[in-house]
Nanobody, 124 residues
Framework: QVQLVESGGGLVQAGGSLRLSCAAS????????MGWFRQAPGKEREFVAA????????FSADSVKGRFTISRDNAKNTMYLQMDNLKTEDTAVYYC?????????????????WGQGTQVTVSS
């Protein structure tokens, strides 16, 4: 099981940018398709974006398309989420997780080791 640590969150004004990082331990990080999820207060956790293990395919939720960019550096065992033109509705705790390679919106079957996440707060 890969261990995940999210970082890079903070407080930013609407229209601003943040770059989140997801550091993974374990030798098999490069074998996993990975994704970002978020959970706002009082809401269910939702899919944000995903990237295949070989980085040739990315997929984003409609709500962030054109504003958020997912990438990864397998040599550093790290995945990133560049968030631009942030909106107040992007306020949430952001988590990373391995995703199902044939259903990128879903976590990998059997995964249940969520990290603590990183808080993103966008003020108006």
């Amino acid at each position: 099981q890969v261990q995940l640590v999210e970082s890079g969150g903070g407080l930013v004004q609407a229209g601003g940018s943040l770059r989140l990082s997801c550091a993974a331990s374990g030798r098999t990080f490069s074998n996993y398709s990975m994704g970002w999820f978020r959970q706002a207060p009082g809401k269910e956790r939702e899919f944000v974006a995903a990237i295949t293990w070989y980085s040739s395919t990315t997929f984003s939720a409609d709500s962030v398309k054109g504003r958020f960019t997912i990438s990864r550096d397998n040599a550093k065992n790290t995945m990133y989420l560049q968030m631009d033109n942030l909106k107040t509705e992007d306020t949430a705790v952001y988590y990373c997780a391995p995703v199902n390679p044939v259903a990128l919106r879903q976590t990998r079957p059997g995964f249940d080791s969520w990290g603590q996440g990183t808080q993103v707060t966008v003020s108006s």
